[in-house]
Structure formats: structure tokens, C-alpha cells
């Protein structure tokens, strides 16, 4: 609600084959923010109102114009005055790919922050970067330090946890202990990576099996997801497509009865059939839905 007020999020990744531009960054936020703002007019179901600031950007430059900076700066600033609270998120800002853009994000944010007409909160990861450091120098910040090996030790204690459940029973100390090692590693504190590693390797009964996967693992978490979805039987991709789609746009986390549904919706059945399969087939046909996050 606006009461609550707003929350956005920006996510870079060194996989992105261009440029962050700052106007690109202001428009994705812009975007999240209006969104948890836009409300229903009381007595006019199906419609929404968004804010009055955005909606004459909108008319102004509407289809295909490009704001001005300046003008967008305006609505930016505005809208965060309509916003009971605002929360921006700026994950791993380090693997944005450019430096300058960078530079300019760091500015922009701290330009906004010390507006005293809004109520903004700003959280951003990143790493250990000379540009960044210098962009936040002389800057009213909190900085909380994540040394990696105080990740490591707590993903080394996931491990051993992990491996206490159902599926490990064969493994000998020796054989633990080199997986946990070596994920840990390679995890570059990255919990859902090592995570997926280890159940990638629960799949293979044998212990020589286990060390010779161990060395053709993925290295990216990109990589991974890419691996499982490629798993996927050609009979079962479109409804992997279909239930992935509901998952990434959900508002809440689903329910496996939901999920079930969700296929049994989207195509025909056969004679007799109730569409209420088991289900651990929809489990399978998925291959993530228990890991989805």
C-alpha cells in the first residue's frame, strides 16, 4: 500500500552485453516505484491511478520521446515525496560493467538521499572496487564489511549440515571433505551456488563418479540455472515455461498445489483426466520448484 510505502531493485551482472546507462537505471526504478504507488480508483474496478507527476512526463513525451534528464529527475524526486518510504536496492553494483556509470550511479543516489523531503533508504552491495570507494569518499554512509572468510566458514557449516540429510549416506569423511573444500573454494561467497553444487553431486551414487563431476562443475551461477533448464525433457518445456512464468511473476512464493494448477490450466486434458496429478510429477517436470529461490 502507499501507506507502506515503495520498494525497487537493480541487479547488475557481468553477463550484461552493454552499458548500464544512468537514464536506463533512473527509468527501472522509476518504474518499480510508481508501480507500488498506483492505486485503484474507489468504484472503478479493472482501472488504476498512477501519479500525477509521472502521467504528464508520460503525455509529454509519449510514444517514442526520450524525457531530459532534468524532467525526469523532477518526477523521480516527486514521486519519492508521494512515497510514504522508499527502499532502493542496488545488488552488486561492482559487476556493472562500466566505470563511469558507476561513478554516475553512486552520484545520483547520493544526491537523493540527502533530499529532506522524502523518507528514501538506499542498500547497496557491492564489492571492493577503488572507483566505488572513491565515488562514496566524504559520503554520510554505513558500511557493513563481509570478509569472505567469515562467508566461507558459514557456507563450510551449510555444507556439513547439508550432508547430514537423506542422500549422502555413502559418502566417507574423505570424499566430505573434499567436496566441501573445493566448493567452498570456488564458491566465491555465493551460498545458492555451492548450494546447487552439492545437490548436483547427491545425483551420482558412486564416489568416483562424485570427484570426476567435481572438476566439470559450473563456475557461474548462470551457468548453473542454464545446465538445469537444459535438463528439462522437450515434452516437459512448455509447461516448465508456463509454471517459470507464474513463479517470476507472483507476488508471493507458490504452493506446489498452485504450481499443480498452474499446469493443469494451461493445457488440455486428457479423457478422464482431473488435472490434480501427484504432485511430486510436477516436481519433476520442473526440476526446481523446492530451490525456485
Known amino acids: 500500500s502507499q501507506e507502506l510505502g515503495a520498494l525497487a531493485y537493480f541487479y547488475f551482472s557481468f553477463a550484461f552485453t552493454s552499458d548500464v546507462r544512468l537514464e536506463q537505471f ?3 526504478l522509476l518504474t518499480q516505484i510508481i508501480g507500488s504507488l498506483s492505486t ?3 468504484g472503478e474496478e479493472g482501472g488504476f491511478a498512477i501519479p500525477r507527476a509521472f502521467r504528464h512526463l508520460y503525455d509529454k513525451y509519449a510514444p517514442s520521446k526520450h524525457p531530459l ?11 519519492l515525496r508521494q512515497s510514504g518510504s522508499t527502499y532502493i536496492v542496488v545488488d552488486v553494483l561492482d559487476e556493472c560493467p562500466s566505470r563511469e ?3 554516475q550511479i553512486v552520484h ?3 544526491d537523493l538521499s540527502h533530499d529532506p523531503s522524502h523518507n528514501l533508504h538506499i542498500i547497496i552491495t557491492s564489492r571492493i572496487e577503488d572507483d566505488i570507494e572513491r565515488a562514496m569518499a566524504g559520503r554520510e554512509i554505513l558500511t557493513v564489511p563481509f570478509p569472505a572468510d ?9 555444507l556439513l549440515h547439508a550432508m547430514d540429510t537423506v542422500g549422502y549416506e555413502g559418502w566417507d569423511e574423505n570424499l566430505r571433505q573434499t567436496v566441501i573444500s573445493y566448493l567452498t573454494e570456488h564458491a566465491d561467497g555465493v551460498f545458492r551456488w555451492a548450494d546447487l553444487q552439492l545437490k548436483e553431486l547427491e545425483r551420482k551414487g558412486r564416489p568416483k563418479d562424485v570427484e570426476k563431476l567435481l572438476r566439470k562443475l559450473p563456475r557461474a551461477l548462470e551457468e548453473t540455472y542454464e545446465r ?13 515455461l508456463s509454471i517459470l512464468r507464474w513463479l517470476a511473476f507472483s507476488k508471493r512464493p507458490l504452493l506446489l498445489a498452485e504450481v499443480n494448477e498452474i499446469a493443469a490450466f494451461e493445457y488440455p486434458m486428457r479423457d478422464g483426466d482431473d488435472g490434480h496429478d501427484d504432485h511430486r510429477q510436477v ?6 520448484v523446492e530451490n525456485r529461490f
Do not use: C, Q
Not at 567469515?150 to 551449510?158: L, W
Not at 538445469?228 to 516448465?240: N, P, Q, S, T, Y
Not at 516436481?283 to 526446481?288: L, R
Open 69 to 79: 534528464p532534468e524532467h525526469t529527475d523532477a518526477v523521480f524526486r516527486e514521486v
Open 26 to 28: 533512473k527509468y527501472t
Open 40 to 42: 485503484t480508483p474507489a
Open 228 to 240: 538445469m533448464l537444459k535438463r528439462i525433457e522437450d515434452v516437459h518445456g512448455m509447461a516448465a
Open 150 to 158: 567469515r562467508v566461507n566458514v558459514d557456507i563450510r557449516n551449510h
Open 108 to 110: 545520483f543516489l547520493a
Open 101 to 103: 556509470d558507476r561513478r
Open 283 to 288: 516436481v519433476e517436470v520442473t526440476f526446481s
